[in-house]
């Protein structure tokens, strides 16, 4: 991890319509780190992770990645700029093989030798999927559908990858799992991870820092092994 921002997020109001979910929100995301973004439900963590991605726009504020600024481009132009995305439950194509979709993550690939690489690597990064690889998305099981999501957004080689939930529908053993494999992908792989989470303590445990999310707002902020064990923190977030 380097002190360098690969992420900036400044001042930044967004939602959608007449309803405004986000309020001058700001942080930075160093080159290496997974950063975790917490909160309760309703308080504008997914917003925050789809305006990033270019899935809302922002009312106002600068979003720059690598200095290089979002808030004119395209959602389908940022995976060339090095961003993926994992939304809330994956959303693979269930009636398409695991093979399928992770094809289409590498949609995006100058030719068809580079995706057949990138394939080989990801299933060498999660050996079973190359077990799977003939089977339909949708008769996986939870863990390995979001394992498979995961392998998706990697196929394009993203220097910062986003995560929605990724412990929805999952038990707390595969929970474990799936963020064990985020943090040990972030240092084999180089990847700057921002994840959105309402498991707090799980999601602490791995990160380097973390961002309080209350209604639109980040209230508090700090490294994540602090947030973790801050007592207000736990009594308001973790039920303790």
């Known amino acids: 991890m380097t002190d360098t921002p690969l992420l900036s997020v400044e001042h930044v109001t967004s939602g959608y319509d007449d309803v405004t979910v ?5 942080f930075a995301v160093k080159t290496g780190a997974i950063v975790a973004i917490v909160g309760a ?6 917003t925050l992770l789809s305006t990033i991605a270019g899935l809302v726009r922002p009312r106002q504020g600068q979003i720059q990645l690598r200095g290089a600024e979002l808030r004119s481009r395209a959602a389908n132009e940022l995976p060339r700029l090095g961003m993926a995305m994992v939304p809330e439950g994956g959303r693979l194509f269930p009636f398409m093989t695991v093979l399928e979709n992770l094809e289409l993550g590498g949609y995006s690939a100058e030719d068809r030798q580079s995706v057949g690489q990138r394939l080989d690597e990801v299933m060498s990064l ?115």
Request: with cysteine; charged share 20%; hydrophobic share 45%.
């Open 22 to 26: 986000l309020h001058d929100v700001s």
């Open 126 to 240: 999660f050996p079973v999927l190359g077990e799977r690889r003939s089977q339909l998305a949708g008769r996986l099981s939870g863990g390995e559908r979001q394992m498979c999501a995961i392998a998706r957004a990697l196929m394009s080689r993203p220097t910062l990858l986003l995560l929605d939930e990724p412990s929805v529908g999952l038990s707390p053993l595969m929970t474990e799992r799936v963020l064990e494999t985020v943090a040990l992908l972030a240092r084999r792989e180089g990847l700057t991870v921002v994840i959105v989470e309402q498991r707090v303590a799980e999601v602490l445990a791995i990160a380097h820092e973390g961002h309080i999310l209350d209604h639109g707002r980040i209230v508090g902020s700090g490294k994540a092994a602090q947030l973790l064990n801050d007592q207000s923190v736990q009594a308001t977030y973790m039920g303790l």
């Open 41 to 46: 439900n309703g308080a504008g963590k997914t």
